[in-house]
């Protein structure tokens, strides 16, 4: 499909409409001029040299030519091509907590905002790799698949949220499995899995999971986040905590000792996350680690420029006007000289 670098600059067309409306006025207004002047047709035979449709030819010779340059000017692209490009790289599926215990504010300004700021700074740091986006609670789902498209990763990171889920919980086993069958088919690949979580996994069978990823080639990185000691849950928009059905108040404590067993089982590591940022060294140190593996990548080249046939049309219809004459050819000039001579006589 066609599509133009700069849009904006088609409503000089508008321009262009102005001025047909002022030719046809003036067309209007001459010819209003030549009734009160005396009979047409005679006022016509007087004007001998003069063509009545040779100016109108060279108005739109003029109007071809200026609406080429504005096309051109609006840098018309034509022909997008899929290539296909092999790349030094890995494949990472970010697996991100969304349970409302990630409201917790232990770590500033809450777990999950922390959480989607070092995976922000992950995919910054990422060049030929590919990488994917799950979110989970009680229940796990696709946000973005597998992608070289970072710019697409991060605004979806941007946007994510407890409330996408409504089943509550933790259920770190099933996003492990749907990590797993979130990359692409390709052999020889270097991949893993980042799961972010606070280590409460309501659901049972993480370790299990990890230990199925290891053995399919695929590691697992645990990133916990929290305080071991605990912190209440916030209410978003209120100055209210969340409480059980007995009335207390919930507090979500990291399960370190559960993290480190799923890092272990899935032949990962374990990175605690507080306030500081040593996790984010330890998490690029990681990355640094996995071997570096070519893969393929689909890529959308470049729309190619058509600005130039425009111009050499725009040109072409200038040397036309500038060629065509508004005035009569000498054969019709001395044709009506003969017929008034005659008419004289």
Not at 2 to 7: A, S
Not at 13 to 40: E, M
Not at 152 to 157: E, G, I, N, R
Request: net charge neutral; aromatic share 10%.
């Amino acid at each position: 499909m066609p599509r133009f670098e700069n849009p904006n600059h088609l409503y000089l067309f508008l321009v262009l409409i102005l001025l047909i409306l002022v030719h046809y006025y003036s067309v209007y207004r001459r010819q209003n001029k030549i009734k009160k002047f005396g009979d047409k047709s005679l006022v016509k035979d007087l004007l001998i040299d003069v063509s009545v449709w040779k100016p109108e030819v060279k108005f739109w010779l003029c109007m071809l030519s200026l609406s080429m340059f504005i096309i051109a000017y609006a840098r018309p692209q034509f022909g997008t091509k899929i290539e296909k490009r092999d790349r030094m790289g890995i494949e990472a599926i970010i697996a991100m907590d969304v349970s409302n215990s990630m409201y917790a504010e232990d770590v500033k300004p809450n777990r999950l905002e922390k959480a989607k700021m070092m995976m922000s700074n992950m995919v910054d740091g990422m060049r030929d790799d590919k990488v994917g986006l799950i979110v989970y609670a009680g229940q796990a789902f696709t946000q973005i698949p597998i992608t070289s498209d970072y710019v697409s990763a991060k605004m979806f990171l941007e946007t994510i949220s407890p409330s996408m889920i409504s089943v509550q919980g933790t259920d770190i086993a099933e996003a492990i499995r749907l990590g797993c069958k979130s990359f692409t088919q390709q052999e020889g690949v270097a991949r893993a899995i980042f799961l972010i979580t606070d280590g409460e996994d309501n659901e049972g069978g993480a370790i299990d999971a990890a230990r199925d990823a290891a053995e399919a080639g695929i590691r697992v990185y645990i990133l916990g986040i929290g305080d071991p000691l605990g912190a209440p849950i916030p209410i978003p928009g209120t100055n209210q905590y969340i409480i059980d059905e007995e009335g207390n108040t919930v507090v979500s404590k990291l399960n370190e000792e559960m993290c480190r067993e799923i890092a272990r089982a899935g032949n990962g590591s374990y990175i605690f996350v507080d306030n500081s940022s040593s996790a984010q060294k330890k998490l690029s140190e990681q990355l640094d680690k996995l071997a570096k593996s070519k893969i393929e990548s689909q890529i959308y080249s470049e729309y190619d420029e058509q600005f130039q046939g425009f111009i050499i049309l725009g040109i072409i219809f200038l040397i036309l006007d500038a060629l065509f004459l508004e005035r009569s050819s000498h054969r019709k000039l001395f044709s009506n000289l003969l017929r008034n001579r005659e008419y004289v006589k």
